[in-house]
């Protein structure tokens, strides 16, 4: 199984809160790390904030103090809870194992929008 299913996005004014979730298949979850991207329109696919198995955390500097990555290996599923949101915020969410399990899979996304 190779399913990503992200949930959570939605609209939110600035200085808001959301919740994203990414449910994944196990072989996911047991490569070296999980990701969240985001990709506004017209723009690449960023990663924001990365997890290893072992619990390391990295995030993008535009996002550093504001989100927050977890995991829970029991259950497969991928956090990302997002606080103090600012409309350039606004993008498709994803989530997906670093490295790939398979190359160029990605899951539906998330849609999140930040009204300013």
């Known amino acids: 199984q190779v399913q990503l299913v992200e949930s959570g996005g939605g609209l939110v004014q600035a200085g808001g809160s959301l919740r994203l979730s990414c449910a994944a298949a196990r072989s996911h979850f047991t490569s070296p790390a999980m990701g969240w991207y985001r990709q506004a329109p017209g723009q690449q696919r960023d990663l924001v904030a990365r997890i290893s198995r072992g619990g390391t955390i990295n995030y993008a500097d535009s996002v550093k103090g504001r989100f927050t990555i977890s995991r829970d290996n029991d259950k497969n599923i991928l956090y990302l809870e997002m606080n103090s949101l600012k409309p350039e915020d606004t993008a498709v969410y994803y989530c997906?194992?670093?490295?790939?399990?398979?190359?160029?899979?990605w899951g539906q996304g998330t849609q999140v929008t930040v009204s300013s």
């Open positions: 997906n194992s670093i490295p790939q399990f398979r190359r160029g899979y």
